[in-house]
């Protein structure tokens, strides 16, 4: 499995998780607002499935859009269904070239020491945290808002603070599940995670519906971005 997030994707990921982190959100003028909040999105693009023996399953994100409408938390975001549902039947009626891939939201820390020690990177699971966790979210998001969708790739932006400025090269790092990048910009450190979300239909002859089972996919996944790959190499 590859997930190929295309250069022009990163700007919107990137600032959107940043602006959360940073910037202070207010419900009105008067109320008192909170910054390193997380922030949530959808991901558009097109699924290319394994051609071959040799091949493998490819999900490219070509687009990304902001859900505004969602609720922001510290440790949590809560999108709105109807505002997902009305941008997903914007796009088919007017961009049909475009298929709902994806989400993606962001991971605020309060310091490195806590990212490195939670890993801040990883998705959260109810097995972990006794709570509604990502990997539950996904599959259901998957199964009740995209069945028609072989795979969703979900994105975790990750996003600290740091003590003083600092450059560093993108390094990709793998794992037995996932892949992921980390890399410093100016005064913050970043993690971008990918998970992937499976959905096979369910057929029963004695049912005149098909029903869908979705789960998160555990196999090896390759990430890709053009851009942060191509100052990997060309600075190696």
Same mark, same amino acid.
Not at 33 to 46: C, D, P, R
Not at 75 to 98: A, F, G, M
Not at 121 to 149: I, L, N
Not at 194 to 203: A, E, K, R, W
């Given at each position: ?20 982190y ?12 909170k910054?390193?909040?997380?922030t949530?999105? $959808?991901l558009?693009?097109? =699924?290319?499935?394994? &051609? ?7 999900? !490219?994100?070509? @687009?990304?859009?902001i859900e505004?409408?969602?609720i ?7 999108p709105?269904?109807d ?11 007017y961009?049909?070239?475009?298929e ?7 991971h605020?820390y309060?310091?490195l ?33 995209s069945?028609?969708?072989?795979f969703?790739?979900? $994105?975790?932006?990750t996003v =600290?603070?740091?003590q &003083?400025?600092?450059?560093?090269l993108p390094?990709l !790092?793998?794992? @037995? ?25 369910l057929?029963?002859e ?24 191509r ?6």
């Amino acid at each position: 499995m590859r997930v190929v997030i295309e250069d022009h994707v990163m700007p919107v990921l990137m600032s959107a998780a940043i602006e959360a982190y940073d910037i202070v959100h207010k419900a009105t003028e008067r109320s008192k607002g909170k910054n390193k909040l997380e922030t949530y999105g $959808l991901l558009w693009g097109y =699924v290319v499935p394994a &051609k071959g023996e040799k091949g493998e399953d490819k999900i !490219v994100v070509t @687009s990304a859009t902001i859900e505004t409408s969602a609720i922001r938390h510290e440790n949590y975001v809560q999108p709105d269904i109807d505002s997902i549902e009305t941008k997903k039947s914007l796009i088919q009626r007017y961009w049909p070239h475009l298929e709902l891939v994806g989400t993606f939201h962001s991971h605020p820390y309060d310091s490195l020491g806590d990212v490195n020690e939670n890993k801040g990177w990883e998705a959260s699971s109810k097995k972990e945290t006794g709570k509604y966790g990502d990997t539950e979210y996904w599959s259901d998001f998957h199964r009740d808002v995209s069945p028609e969708q072989p795979f969703l790739t979900h $994105l975790i932006l990750t996003v =600290v603070q740091l003590q &003083k400025t600092g450059w560093a090269l993108p390094e990709l !790092v793998e794992r @037995s599940n996932y892949s992921f990048f980390k890399l410093s910009a100016d005064t913050k450190k970043l993690w971008l995670n990918t998970y992937v979300s499976v959905c096979d239909p369910l057929i029963d002859e004695s049912e005149d519906y098909v029903d869908y089972e979705s789960y998160i996919y555990d196999k090896k996944i390759k990430l890709d971005s053009p851009a942060l790959m191509r100052r990997i190499f060309e600075n190696s």
